[in-house]
């Protein structure tokens, strides 16, 4: 029908009822970069990066419903270059050494540095002073690189019925924090098979033993396309 | 398993082991046990049958709470710039030397803690602090010392001199609002209005919400009226957290019988049979006594089922306290934290009126929002509505703060220039008025012909008066440090943008800055307007941005001659170090004094 299309950077996109305007431009070929969404889980909005012009007001994709004849601008200089800032604001607010990084090459975060052609961190870095939780035997929690994105904790709760992450504080002291009488991974209930383990977007929940073991750097996911060419899946890439 | 503790347990059972009470039992813990132990925290976990990652969820979010000791007495000075102005750091710092204390560092025999904390709605009798979360305004250095005394001798707060918890209305000027209804008298009003003929009336009076915003009162209540499903909530917006606001303590502590009457008058038009207060924890001192009035209300037939003999009208009001959250203020964070979580705003749509508290239609408005609703219940919409400007009807609280005379609670119909108000409030050669807060505007003298309306200078009510001397930079960089402290976390431009914002600001205070970091600063606030998730960081760079357009000097005569400092600070960088290595010697910094 003709009334249940709206229009991405003046091109005319259909929908059905119901479907955000995230989904609708996936179903179409059309990229909108995210990090905080997950197709799996209820939309979260957190993370912005996903930030379109509705009708010429700023929305959220991952949670605004498509509606008839909605002027919708994805792709402008404007908004990448917003894209681009914010990227850079979640580099700065972690501890993000990409050369070292198990992650690297199939990280999300990076994939969007990348794409938003992020040339330096433009901002000071804030170099918070975070841990790490090796105490798990096939998992590993590397805060530093956290961005705060809450896919593990919907993935434990939603799928995996388990619980094991939240989220606790405020601004900068927002962190994630694991549910276990000691606070320590290894004494809660968390298995690497759960969905939680394969969901983080980034290298802050990684599988021990496999990290340099599958393929080599500069040989993985996002080193291969970018990662605007993934729009038929959205399955968040393993390590290999 | 820990033993649970039995006092903790009786709390959790006194809440029914109700998930939904989660913030209001570890506060009521904390008040017991002087902070929340991993201990506490299994107990309420399992008591409420929630994952305990939940509790420390709430525990670490709210300002109050504590997760580590802070001494039997926790003393936090209120640190608006008002209370700067008033010389809150001098009798901080008195008290800190008195008790032989660090900031925010409890005394090694585990009695006493003192620390700073965002403004506590006192700022017409600041400086202020929160024992305890009972607040004592009026300080002088004389108070400080009893204050130390009574500390020091481990009195206990119940035995504190009345007169150091005594909290005035500085009611300066009345009108219509702060004029008492007489019990009883709106409800029947309304009642006698019937449902839709009050809500008409709502309507015709073309109220706005008095937080701000200035949606249409009348439009809310009849979109919750006609959400579906059977069950609704009002909720009373008592969290007024606005640095500079003061004014629904007066309502809330000499109006309570206009605001709860309100209340439930806003239950009979939409069809709700439970209402909250969310009421901030600074003002835990009206805390029983507003209970004591919803007690005596339900006594005496306005509260409970069939209000005034009118069948089918059934209400009742629970008191819900805060624990330290500006960001609680907004409509969908207060409905989080009302469901016992941490108070993040909710992704919007859908809106609060389809699905609000536990998911059903909720009407969050200002406690002087509900408090106008008995005034046009008594006289009609029309009547209310001939009051104030044609699109900003009836009349507006305005809290006043800062360089006046006479600080207070003034009443006066929209459209009231700011000239008349500081006229009014005994201001002379003011620089510079903040109106709306710490989120609001920043107005200088060619602008005092402008009036107060949602057409022109809307605000909650918040106004802060700067003298000619005083420096707007530092009152900038006070609301840039506030808002950093405020920012929820929930949305990335915010959480960072605050503090990056404060960072700048730092680094320009220290004379490091250069016109890079003012540059920076312009282009940060417009970022977070853009792109924040609410309206905390939508306008966490407003103060920021007015001082650089209005006060450029103040940041010029700070900056840097060159055209840009490194933000490494090498001395500084070998902190760390320091730190790690035990050392704090000559050798041990980059250059010693006079080297």
Known sequence: ???????????????????????????????????????????????????????????????????????????????????????????????????????????????????????????????????????????????????????????????????????????????????????KLGDSALAVTDRAVQVCPVGAIIVKRVGFATAPIGERLYDKNPISAEVESCEIPEAR | MPTADPIVSAIVEKYRNNPTYVLQILREAQEALDWISPETVETVASGLKIPRTQVQSVLQFYSFLYDKPRGRYRLLFADNITDRMAGNIALFEHMLSRLKLKPGVVSSDGLVSVDLTSDTGMCDQGPALLANNRAIPRLTMRRIDEICDLVKAQAPLDEWPADLFRVDDNIRRRETLLTPIAPGVALDAAIARGRQGMLDEMKRSYLRGRGGAGFPVGTKWDGARNAPGAE??????????????????????????????????????????????????????????????????????????????????????????????????????????????????????????????????????????????????????????????????????????????????????????????????????????????????????????????????????????????????????????????????????????????????????????????????????????RTSHCGLGETAGNAVRDALNKFRPAFERRLHAKDFAPAIDLERALEPARRITGRDDAEAHLETEGS
């Open chain 2, 232 to 529: 609704r909530y009002i909720v009373c917006n008592a969290d007024e957290g606005e640095p500079g606001t003061f004014k629904d303590r007066v309502l809330l502590n000499s109006f309570s019988v206009r605001v709860l009457e309100g209340m439930a008058i806003a239950g009979y038009v939409c069809g709700a049979t439970k209402g909250f207060i969310y009421l901030r924890g600074e003002y835990k001192h009206l805390q029983a006594k507003l209970q004591r009035e919803i007690d005596e209300m339900r006594a005496g037939g306005r509260l409970g089922a069939s209000i005034r003999g009118a069948a089918g009208f059934d209400f009742d009001i629970e008191i819900h306290m805060g624990a330290g959250g500006y960001i609680c203020g907004e409509g969908t964070a207060m409905v989080n934290s009302l469901e016992g979580k941490p108070g993040r705003p909710r992704v919007r749509p859908p809106s609060m009126v389809q699905v609000g508290y536990l998911g059903k239609p909720t009407v969050v408005d200002n406690v002087e929002s509900l408090a106008h609703a008995t005034e046009i219940a008594v006289e009609g919409g029309s009547r209310f509505a001939k009051r104030g400007t044609r699109t900003s009807t009836g009349t507006k609280l305005i809290s006043i703060s800062g360089d006046c005379e006479r600080p207070g609670v003034y009443e006066y119909q929209f459209g009231v220039t700011i000239g008349r108000i500081l006229e009014d409030c005994g201001a002379k050669t003011v620089s510079a008025v903040q109106i709306g807060g710490a989120s609001g505007v920043l107005l200088t003298p060619d602008e005092f012909s402008r009036r107060i309306a949602f057409e022109d200078v809307p605000t909650a009510g918040a106004f802060m008066v700067f003298g000619a001397d005083r420096d707007i930079f530092e009152v900038a960089r006070n609301f840039a440090h506030f808002f950093a402290h405020e920012s929820c976390g929930f949305c990335t431009p915010c959480r960072v943008g605050t503090t990056i914002q404060r960072n700048i600001m730092d680094k320009i205070a220290e004379g490091r800055g250069s016109r890079y970091e003012v540059n920076e600063l312009r282009r940060v606030v417009e970022f977070m307007k």
């Open chain 1, 1 to 183: 029908m003709a009334e249940t299309t709206f229009t991405i950077d003046e091109q005319p996109i259909p929908f059905t009822p119901g479907q955000t305007i995230l989904e609708a431009a996936k179903a179409a070929g059309i990229y909108i970069p995210h990090l905080c969404y997950h197709p799996e889980f209820k939309a979260h909005g957190g993370c912005k990066m996903c930030t379109v012009l509705v009708n010429g007001r700023t929305q959220t994709a991952c949670t605004q419903k498509a509606a008839a004849g909605q002027e919708v601008d994805v792709d402008t200089p404007e908004l990448n270059a917003m894209r681009r800032t914010l990227v850079q604001m979640l580099f700065i607010e972690g501890n993000h050494f990409c050369p070292g990084c198990e992650k690297s090459g199939a990280c999300q975060l990076q994939a969007l540095g990348y794409e938003y052609e992020m040339m330096s961190p433009h901002f000071v870095e804030l170099f918070p002073e975070r841990n790490i939780d090796a105490s798990h035997p096939d998992v590993l929690i590397e805060f530093n690189r956290c961005v705060l994105c809450e896919l593990c904790v919907r993935a434990s709760r939603d799928i995996d019925h388990k619980d094991v992450f939240a989220i606790a504080g405020r601004g900068q002291d927002a962190k994630l924090i694991i549910n276990s009488p000691t606070g």
